[in-house]
């Protein structure tokens, strides 16, 4: 019961953060404020079971967002968070590239077990793409942190969502074609 409501709470304050950092901003509160949202995260991180990687990528993230705000205060480091998790979801594809399986054959496994090679080969190029997306976004992400904050929010909190459904479609469509033909 608990991992679902992990998940969700997750997914939640991910989606409001840029909002959250927008509201805080509009209000002029102190950015140390922000830090709340990452014991969140973090306390949601501790009480996962799954002991991945991306768990401890997130606590990480999350203790040193933490200690970012308490100590220095500053709402540019309020707008480091999606660059972070970009890095952090590079790593874990890219790292999957040099270490198989893959990150997205590790995912198509879960329904389809035996996969043939040819499958293998098409989810280390889905790998590829969500990597090179990972490093774009994040670049973008960084360059926006310097900008006025509803043009971050705007990126960060809607723009970027949209890239990701955009993705999430066109390889879903990839996906059926390339089937068809194995």
């Known amino acids: 019961m608990l991992k679902p409501l992990i998940k969700i709470i997750f ?41 991945g990687i991306l768990k401890y990528i997130f606590i990480f993230i999350s203790f040193t967002m933490i200690i970012l705000l308490i100590t220095i205060n500053n709402s540019v480091i309020t707008k480091l968070y999606p660059i972070s998790i970009n890095a952090a979801l590079l790593f874990l594809f890219a790292s999957s590239l040099k270490y198989p399986p893959s990150v997205v ?32 976004n994040a670049v973008i992400s960084a360059v926006t942190v310097f900008m006025p904050v509803k043009i971050w929010v705007i990126y960060n909190g809607f723009i970027s969502y949209m890239v990701i459904g955009a993705i999430f479609v066109v390889e879903y469509i990839v996906r059926i074609n390339v089937r068809e033909k194995l």
């Not at 927008?22 to 949601?44: G, K, T």
């Not at 077990?113 to 490093?135: G, N, R």
Request: hydrophobic share 60%; charged share 15%.
């Open 105 to 136: 054959e590790r995912i198509a496994r879960i329904t389809t077990p035996d996969l043939p090679e040819e499958a293998v080969v098409y989810c280390v190029k889905v790998t590829k793409v969500w990597s090179l997306f990972f490093i774009i």
């Open 11 to 51: 997914a939640l304050i991910s989606i409001a953060y840029p909002f959250a950092v927008l509201y805080m901003l509009n209000m002029n509160m102190e950015p140390r404020y922000m830090s709340a949202v990452f014991v969140i995260i973090l306390l949601a991180q501790l009480f996962n079971k799954k002991a």
